[in-house]
């Protein structure tokens, strides 16, 4: 099946800093990518669509301004959290999915697990 | 938009019996629904899909049961094993068209040696 990769798998920060998050399909050209964020015990809720060569959608609520996503390629999509607080730390996970692909086929990456201090 | 939620957010069953998860939705034009299993740390992995158009599908020790009239979608595993322990999660098309998915809330299965 596809793979999707994220990095890093973790990171620590202190408040005030920025953090890029990577998500990479590795055997498959990815025309739409999606941000999830995921809380302890909580279930993934969406943040933002990524289509390649365009501005992220936003879901309501997320600050476009804070979470920066950038999709300069089909096999590439950038997580930015900006002037991190510790309310960002969460575990964040991207999928990737070809236009037109069944519900099969929405591939999700292991998630990166943000900690703020 | 989707509204997708879990009647039990915590489930314990013993190794070998048959585990049933229930999930409700609101949005009665969604053409599928996915569940998705989520061990501790990682992203959620897909285990079966089930179009609108059919009420039951089955995989490898895994049934999917669509009752459109209530909004009903379970997910049922047999024999279940120790490797079968994590978060289940159902997950719907966020609105119609759209290839993001709501989620519902999950429930942890815990399977007893």
């Known amino acids: 099946g596809a793979v999707v990769s994220q990095h890093p798998s973790r990171v620590i920060c202190k408040s005030g800093t920025s953090v890029k998050i990577e998500c990479r399909s590795l055997d498959f050209q990815a025309t739409t990518m999606f941000w999830y964020r995921q809380f302890p015990k909580q279930s993934l809720m969406l943040m933002a669509t990524?289509?390649?060569?365009?501005?992220?959608?936003?879901e309501q609520g997320v600050e476009k301004d804070k979470f920066l996503i950038n999709h300069a390629s089909l096999t590439l999509s950038t997580l930015t959290v900006t002037s991190a607080h510790p309310e960002d730390s969460s575990f964040y996970i991207c999928?990737?999915?070809?236009?037109?692909?069944?519900?099969?086929?929405?591939?999700f990456g292991p998630g990166t697990r943000l900690t703020v201090l | 938009g989707e509204s997708v939620g879990l009647h039990l957010p915590t489930l314990s069953v013993q190794e070998g019996d048959n585990s049933i998860i229930n999930c409700a939705y609101s949005?009665?034009?969604?053409?599928?629904f996915i569940w998705y299993k989520q061990e501790s740390g990682k992203g959620p992995q897909f285990i079966i899909d089930?179009?609108?158009?059919?009420d039951k599908r089955q995989g490898q020790r895994v049934t999917v049961l669509l009752n459109k009239t209530v909004k009903h979608l379970s997910l049922q595993i047999a024999a279940t094993q120790p490797g079968d322990s994590a978060v289940y999660f159902c997950?719907?098309?966020?609105?119609?068209?759209?290839?993001?998915?709501?989620f519902g809330s999950g429930t942890r299965l815990q399977v007893q040696p």
């Open positions: 990524s289509n390649e060569g365009s501005k992220a959608t936003y």
């Open positions: 997950a719907g098309p966020m609105d119609t068209g759209r290839r993001a998915l709501t």
């Open positions: 089930i179009r609108s158009n059919m």
């Open positions: 999928s990737a999915t070809v236009l037109a692909g069944g519900p099969n086929e929405q591939f």
């Open positions: 949005n009665s034009a969604s053409d599928y």
